[in-house]
């Protein structure tokens, strides 16, 4: 089976610019979530998207935001890049809701803001 | 709301030695928790997870954790480590309820030494 997929693995960008990243989450998995991964804050929780629907959000501003398609897919949007949102986003995708369930994370996507 | 404390964020031990990476957590109510490891460039892999019953937990790679309630403390012990096993460690924790999100720790660097 084959495991969660983010794309691109990298990605460079300029302040001001957005940048859409996406996440496929393995087959059969309905819940997907995202993280932004620093030196200094470590991992923190994005958001959650489970059949389609936002389930839960992290403390991020506004500029972040994502949606899930009817296959589970995930994108996530960030607008007007700041340079502090240089950091690895991380999707992990799990069968059902619930941290009971397993989250198997995806290699991430590194995005620099230059 | 929960919280998660890695006490040491280096830790070098030599190879073949034991070791044990400390996780303590904050929660006012029931919880579940969780090691994961990241290796080099890689998205985060589940070690082990504590839902209920015994509080010993076993993983994988010849990884165990031990659940204290009364200390609060889920701390992560192998007999004896390999080079391979150089990663960052994440202790996690969510409460015991369908809704909630993972909180992890800022990491530990586990350096085997030769």
């Known amino acids: 089976k084959a495991g969660v997929t983010q794309t691109p693995r990298y990605l460079i960008k300029t302040r001001g610019q957005q940048v859409t990243l996406s996440c496929s989450p393995i087959?059969?998995?309905?819940?997907v979530s995202w993280y932004q991964q620093t030196p200094g804050q470590g991992l923190q929780f994005l958001f959650e998207?489970?059949?389609?629907?936002?389930?839960n959000k992290g403390n991020f501003p506004g500029r972040f935001s994502g949606r899930q398609f009817s296959n589970s897919r995930s994108e996530m949007n960030v607008s007007t890049l700041e340079l502090g949102d240089s950091a690895l986003y991380l999707c992990a995708s799990s069968l059902d809701r619930g941290s009971s369930y397993e989250q198997y994370f995806g290699p991430g996507t590194r995005l620099t803001v230059t | 709301a929960q919280s998660v404390t890695q006490l040491d964020s280096q830790v070098p031990v030599f190879e073949e030695a034991p070791v044990e990476l400390r996780c303590n957590y904050s929660s006012s109510v029931s919880v579940y928790l969780f090691w994961y490891v990241q290796y080099p460039n890689q998205g985060l892999q589940l070690l082990l997870k504590?839902?209920?019953?015994?509080?010993l937990v076993k993983g994988i790679n010849g990884f165990e954790a031990e659940f204290n309630k009364s200390q609060t403390s889920f701390h992560l012990r192998k007999p004896s480590v390999h080079i391979s096993d150089t990663a960052e460690y994440f202790c996690a924790v969510s409460s015991a309820n369908r809704d909630d999100k993972i909180i992890f720790g800022k990491g530990t660097r586990l350096h085997i030494l030769p």
């Open positions: 504590y839902l209920s019953g015994s509080t």
């Open positions: 998207y489970f059949s389609e629907t936002q389930r």
């Open positions: 087959s059969g998995h309905r819940s």
